[in-house]
């Protein structure tokens, strides 16, 4: 097992698995974009197979050690990236699977996706349920990102170069229509409770073009976001000690506890009671295979 970190006066360091996770506070020109950033480092050898499972953001790796064996999108034959280092990967509506060799050492950032579509200023729906090297989408800055941050073996400096890149590009990105924040709040704060038809007499659009806009700047559509932001809840109610199903599915909006498990076939490709005895990893939004 790798030597533990030693922690900085700005960040700390936990355990997750065999690797070491650091983490700090957000910088607060980061906070409405950012969902979290942390770093990973684990040991060589140590490699691992994850599931990933939907979660509403959009994910970022600035890769300083080994690249991950593949991430791909369980049942797509055109979806796995093979070897990749630097990586984006858009919302995903289904299941997924990450390999990784092991010598991790990554700054991850999980961004919301209006917060995605100001940094890499380009169509969401084209990252959607797909991972590319982040080079494809950001250019040479990425490669210099990287090897910016290999080059010090400071964890605050790398903490500072990341968050610096982050600043400069997204609030120098384009900014997302008002009407699709509102309606992206709607379907993720309050999933079910209002319904896209009325979200876009809400906003003043046909449900057509709200759709169209939504899943150009979010990367999915309207139903499909509010699909995995009830899923969400749904995995955070039976992380608790005791989650009874019908209870969970009552509250999260299903119709039914065969509603519920239907949509954990369809997002997370296992039963609600297989996840709910599987090893989560409810703060990485990833669960263990």
């Known amino acids: 097992m790798l030597d533990r970190p030693r922690p900085g006066r700005d960040f700390t360091v936990t355990q997750v698995g065999e690797m070491w996770r650091l983490s700090r506070p957000q910088h607060p020109g980061l906070a409405q974009y950012l969902h979290e950033r942390a770093a990973y480092v684990g040991a060589p050898g140590a490699g691992y197979t994850v599931r990933l499972v939907p979660t509403g953001q959009v994910t970022v790796v600035v890769n300083l050690g080994a690249p991950y064996a593949r991430v791909a999108r369980i049942g797509a034959r055109t979806s796995d990236s093979g070897p990749i280092g630097s990586l984006v990967s858009g919302l995903d509506d289904g299941p997924g699977v990450c390999e990784h060799p092991g010598g991790q050492e990554s700054i991850r950032m999980q961004l919301t ?24 989408v950001l250019g040479p800055e990425a490669d210099e ?79 499909t976001m509010e699909r995995v932001a009830r899923f969400q809840q749904a995995v955070a109610m039976l992380s608790r000690p005791g989650a ?42 990833i669960y263990l295979a």
């Open 244 to 285: 009874d199903l019908a209870e969970i599915s009552a509250a999260c909006g299903f119709y039914d506890q065969a509603h519920l498990s239907l949509d954990f076939r369809d997002l997370a490709g296992a039963s609600p009671r297989w996840c709910a005895s599987a090893a989560w990893a409810v703060e990485d939004a």
């Open 113 to 136: 996706p209006l917060g995605a579509y100001r940094l890499f200023a380009m169509p969401q729906s084209e990252l959607a349920n797909t991972s590319l090297e982040l080079r494809d």
């Open 145 to 223: 990102l990287a090897e910016r941050a290999a080059a010090t073996t400071s964890w605050s400096r790398r903490f500072d170069l990341i968050d610096a890149a982050l600043l400069a590009r997204i609030h120098g990105g384009p900014e997302p229509d008002p009407k699709v924040v509102y309606a992206w709040r709607s379907v993720t704060t309050r999933p079910g409770a209002v319904s896209i038809a009325r979200i876009a007499e809400e906003v003043g659009w046909s449900r057509r073009h709200l759709a169209r806009r939504f899943t150009q700047q979010v990367g999915l559509t309207p139903k």
